[in-house]
T-cell receptor
């Protein structure tokens, strides 16, 4: 247990569905992240929130919509996804002094997403 | 943008040493190293900062050549528990963070 939890752990959805992934950190950190990990591809940083403000959005399609209501919770809202969006989605958190990632990130166990 | 790691895969016998390299095309502020075991989340190993500061586990060693924009992770006297995929993550001077291509390390008895 790293102090970062993610739900659900597995999700199967159709291309017309709307679903949300949830991440919660119990570490008192002030920065949270969403990553995508596809088979045979590196971890891709999708979104960064620092002090509940989005500070980075790496050209992610608009069908992925993040939400950070407070420093402990992070959501990833999904709608009209494509089969190529099937992947492991990892959430992480860290304690940062600025907007740069300078400290250890603690990762959650991930949500395995399959888009049919 | 994404750092390149080498080798892509390596197989070691217990007790052998290995070096994993990470190379970036951009000037770097810091390099992060993580290990991910199959079916698990990545786990932090260490961070090397421009200027020589390091944060991380004492048993893991690494180097950061700022001029060459490269970092190397040194695994000595490998144990079975070292098996996994090793990722470097780089923060460039534009404040962008990218994980590397990964190196699969397998330690066999």
């Amino acid at each position: 247990e790293t102090g970062v939890t993610q739900t659900p752990r597995h999700l199967v959805m159709g291309m017309t569905n709307k679903k949300s992934l949830k991440c919660e950190q119990h570490l008192g950190h002030n920065a949270m992240y969403w990553y995508k990990q596809s088979a045979k591809k590196p971890l891709e940083l999708m979104f960064v929130y620092s002090l509940e403000e989005r500070v980075e959005n790496n050209s992610v399609p608009s069908r992925f919509s993040p939400e950070c209501p407070n420093s402990s919770h992070l959501f990833l809202h999904l709608h009209t996804l494509q089969p190529e969006d099937s992947a492991l989605y990892l959430c992480a958190s860290s304690q940062e002094e600025g907007t740069s990632i300078a400290n250890e990130q603690f990762f959650g166990p991930g949500t395995r997403l399959t888009v049919l | 943008q994404q750092p390149v790691q080498s080798p892509q895969a390596v197989i070691l016998r217990e007790g052998e040493d290995a070096v994993i390299n990470c190379s970036s095309s951009k000037a770097l502020y810091s390099v992060h190293w993580y290990r991910q075991k199959h079916g698990e989340a990545p786990v932090f190993l260490m961070i090397l900062l421009k200027g020589g500061e390091q944060k991380g586990h004492e048993k893991i060693s690494a180097s950061f050549n700022e001029k060459k924009q490269q970092s190397s992770l040194y695994l000595t006297a490998s144990q079975l528990s070292y098996s996994g995929t090793y990722f470097c993550g780089t923060v460039n001077t534009g404040n962008q963070f990218y994980f590397g291509t990964g190196t699969s390390l397998t330690v066999i008895p």
